[in-house]
């Protein structure tokens, strides 16, 4: 009982906070430095990359539709006056996440940022990837895992190459991570009990994914000068809700605010100099630490976690 009104407390809470004390315009100059946005044709992810140009980032658009993409990048573009630059990634396509991760290696030794901000929200059920995932765990969890792990040598040259200032990743959770109770290992992949547990609980489940492999990058590379976080980026207008029904949507919509707010956490995490200090801190809106789902710090399941996303890819 007592977890239960935790929680709610919790949500109330991000779900309507306080101004924040962070801007886009406390970004400092980001001259040199190479940035990937995962989903960053619309909007959070195009937010945050329009933060990131107007101050002189170099930002690749990591996206699926090349058509979209192109065009948030002609959008921005006319926008900021600097130009994005288009990255084939398909998050639900494990061949296509490494072909993306070895096109950029072959461009940039070093990534000072990432933001794997791209994700699916509440689709049909019986979705998959293209190698038979659960859509949503397949490209929220598996995906980005797989994009960042590939990513890590250029990663780690730019914190060494910074003195640890750079060499970060943001990964965008949700508020829905509160309410997943643990991880149910047999519904990552189309089975019975996938399909019993519903599409929102599957939403949830792999928000909750988001925030352990977060806190498991920290573990594992955090002394070779990784620093991973996750956060709650706020209750958002954006295209995330495009899978829900018609009643579910509008009183979502009641209490969702614009698409900006939703930039203003990755940005504080990703661009500030008190992002060094975020190892392992999951936050929430707007620019504020908050507290993570509890089974989130379960090392055992991070472990076991991560065992199982490494057998995944060991043939791709």
């Given at each position: 009982m007592g977890t239960s009104i935790s929680i709610i407390r919790s949500m109330i809470d991000q779900g309507f906070p306080p101004k924040s004390k962070f801007s886009v315009d406390d970004i400092?100059?980001?001259?040199?430095?190479?940035?990937i946005v995962t989903g960053a044709n619309t909007g959070v992810g195009k937010e945050t990359a329009k933060a990131l140009l107007n101050h002189n980032a170099k930002v690749y658009f990591a996206a699926r539709d090349k058509e979209r993409a192109e065009q948030a990048i002609k959008d921005l573009k006319e926008e900021t006056g600097k130009e994005g630059i288009f990255l084939q990634l398909d998050l639900s396509d494990l061949p296509s996440v490494k072909r993306a991760a070895e096109e950029f290696l072959k461009q940039e030794p070093q990534l000072h940022i990432l933001f794997n901000n791209a994700g699916v929200m509440a689709p049909p059920v019986d979705q998959l990837t293209k190698q038979g995932y659960d859509l949503q765990f397949g490209t929220n969890v598996l995906g980005h895992w797989y994009f960042t792990k590939l990513l890590l040598p250029a990663l780690l040259a730019a914190s060494k190459a910074t003195n640890g200032e750079t060499g970060r990743v943001i990964h965008?959770?949700?508020?829905?991570?509160?309410?997943?109770?643990?991880?149910?290992?047999?519904?990552f992949k189309d089975h019975p009990s996938r399909t019993k547990a519903g599409t929102e609980y599957l939403y949830t489940q792999s928000k909750l994914g988001n925030v352990i492999i977060a806190n498991e990058f920290t573990r594992r590379?955090?002394?070779?000068?990784?620093?991973?976080?996750?956060?709650?980026?706020?209750?958002?207008?954006s295209d995330l809700q495009r899978h829900l029904g018609p009643i579910t949507k509008k009183l979502v919509e009641l209490v969702l605010y614009p698409t900006p707010y939703g930039a203003l956490t990755q940005l504080w995490a990703g661009t500030s100099e008190e992002g060094v200090n975020m190892n392992g801190k999951y936050l929430i809106p707007w620019a504020r630490y908050g507290t993570a789902n509890p089974v989130a710090q379960d090392e055992k399941l991070g472990r076991d976690l991560w065992t199982w996303l490494e057998e995944q890819v060991e043939s791709i």
């Open positions: 400092s100059d980001l001259t040199g430095q190479v940035v965008t959770s949700s508020s829905g991570s509160l309410l997943a109770s643990t991880l149910k290992f047999e519904t590379y955090g002394d070779e000068g990784l620093v991973s976080c996750s956060l709650n980026p706020g209750n958002l207008q």
